[in-house]
T-cell receptor, first 113, second 112 residues
């Protein structure tokens, strides 16, 4: 079945450094790849997404890259700040039109001041 | 002005009881979902409704029954609660079935 693998499970960086989280997906027909940030006690919030016809997308300090051939996509956060500390989830939408998102296992990012 | 709101935020109950979680969205979205997040933070879809019609029904025990009285509401009723049902349940909505999801803040269910 459809599967999304996310690494690392935990990531600790110093404030100002960059953070990279990587995901691979199994369904080659997947065409939509969102990233969500979940803060403690809250629901996941969309921070950036990319569709399969685009290789890279950037929004201020956040960027996502997609390699369809290798079936992997990555989240890059530059100039990290303590408020970036949270759990980050990648997801991939399967090939059907039902909109079922398959989530990765999550990465707990800690940014040390 | 909360976009997706679910109640209650916390729910503590005993095994065997029946409980409901309510969800409402004021975004005018057509599609609503229930996700379960386990103790390891893993998010898994349970159900999805589009315009009050069930479109996704994952392998969830039939003790779980979603109900959508209108497209702005999707409630989750759970019968005969078990210890393994303890988790955080998230409601979400999207404009269409292929649009980004907007999540509520979750209901933490604890079954003792």
């Amino acid at each position: 079945g459809e599967n999304v693998e996310q690494h690392p499970s935990t990531l600790s960086v110093q404030e100002g450094d960059s953070a990279v989280i990587k995901c691979t997906y199994s369904d080659s027909a997947s065409n939509y790849f969102p990233w969500y940030k979940q803060e403690l006690g809250k629901g996941p919030q969309l921070i950036i997404d990319i569709r399969s016809n685009v290789g890279e997308k950037k929004d201020q300090r956040i960027a996502v890259t997609l390699n369809k051939t290798a079936k992997h996509f990555s989240l890059h956060i530059t100039e990290t700040q303590p408020e970036d500390s949270a759990v980050y989830f990648c997801a991939a939408k399967g090939s059907s039109n039902t909109g079922k998102l398959i989530f990765g296992q999550g990465t707990t990012l800690q940014v040390k001041p | 002005d909360t976009a997706v709101s679910q109640t209650p935020k916390y729910l503590v109950t005993q095994m065997g009881n029946d409980k409901s979680i309510k969800c409402e969205q004021n975004l005018g979205h057509d599609t609503m979902y229930w996700y379960k997040q386990d103790s390891k933070k893993f998010l898994k879809i349970m159900f999805s409704y589009n315009n009050k019609e069930l479109i996704i029904n994952e392998t969830v025990p039939n003790r779980f029954s979603p109900k959508s009285p209108d497209k702005a509401h999707l409630n989750l009723h759970i019968n005969s609660l078990e210890l393994g049902d303890s988790a955080v349940y998230f409601c979400a909505s999207s404009q269409t079935s292929i649009s980004p999801l907007h999540f509520g803040n979750g209901t933490r269910l604890t079954v003792t």
